[in-house]
T-cell receptor, first 111, second 114 residues
Framework: KQEVTQIPAALSVPEGENLVLNCSFT??????LQWFRQDPGKGLTSLLL?????REQTSGRLNASLDKSSGRSTLYIAASQPGDSATYLC??????????FGAGTTVTVRA | GAGVSQSPRYKVAKRGQDVALRCDPI?????LFWYQQALGQGPEFLTY????????KSGLPSDRFFAERPEGSVSTLKIQRTQQEDSAVYLC????????????FGQGTRLTVV
């Protein structure tokens, strides 16, 4: 069974600092990995999708890397802002459809 | 609609009551998923539809849980004789096709069983 772990569980940084969020998974046979943002009481917003053949994806201040062989992905958020405060979830797709999620990293950016 | 729509957003049910949760996926999306998210945890897979066919229901916690998508668009997750451990956020997601595609999630339905 695929196990997805996100460390740290919570993170608090001052505004302007870069954020580094880690995700690890136990089975490297994945199709893709997706990073989501979840605001309190809300659903999931997709941030980045990395296919298994890719090493990284970028969107604005967000950059996600994937090292499939070692079972790791890292989400970098540059120059953090208070609006970046949320829970960030990573999920891996191991077969045609099912996503396995980590428990998330809750980020607080202090103004 | 522009995104995945779920209703109701919040549901309070008395223990033993039956509930029905609705999901309207993005128009034209073939794949539809239901996930359950307990407080402080990541979502857990419940079931998967490809058009109207339920191809995987291995994540449904018990036979009190039932899902359908009769016309390949709107889906309903039904929970019979609700129990306190059913309290969670139920998330619906859809994808345009089968392989290697992005999943789009709805806002979820928060179910509280009292």
């Amino acid at each position: 069974k695929q196990e997805v772990t996100q460390i740290p569980a919570a993170l608090s940084v001052p505004e302007g600092e870069n954020l580094v969020l880690n995700c690890s998974f136990t089975d490297s046979a994945i199709y893709n990995l997706q990073w989501f943002r979840q605001d309190p009481g809300k659903g999931l917003t997709s941030l980045l999708l990395i296919q298994s053949s890719q090493r990284e994806q970028t969107s604005g201040r967000l950059n996600a890397s994937l090292d499939k062989s070692s079972g790791r992905s890292t989400l970098y958020i540059a120059a953090s802002q208070p609006g970046d405060s949320a829970t960030y979830l990573c999920a891996v797709r191991q077969d045609d459809y099912k996503l396995s999620f980590g428990a998330g990293t809750t980020v607080t950016v202090r103004a | 609609g522009a995104g995945v729509s779920q209703s109701p957003r919040y549901k309070v049910a008395k223990r033993g009551q039956d509930v029905a949760l609705r999901c309207d996926p993005i128009s034209g999306h073939v794949s539809l998923f239901w996930y359950q998210q307990a407080l402080g945890q990541g979502p857990e897979f419940l079931t998967y539809f490809q058009n109207e066919a339920q191809l995987d229901k291995s994540g449904l916690p018990s036979d009190r849980f039932f899902a359908e998508r009769p016309e390949g668009s709107v889906s309903t997750l039904k929970i019979q004789r609700t129990q306190q451990e059913d309290s969670a956020v139920y998330l619906c997601a859809s994808s345009p096709s089968l392989m290697n595609t992005e999943a789009f999630f709805g806002q979820g339905t928060r179910l509280t069983v009292v």
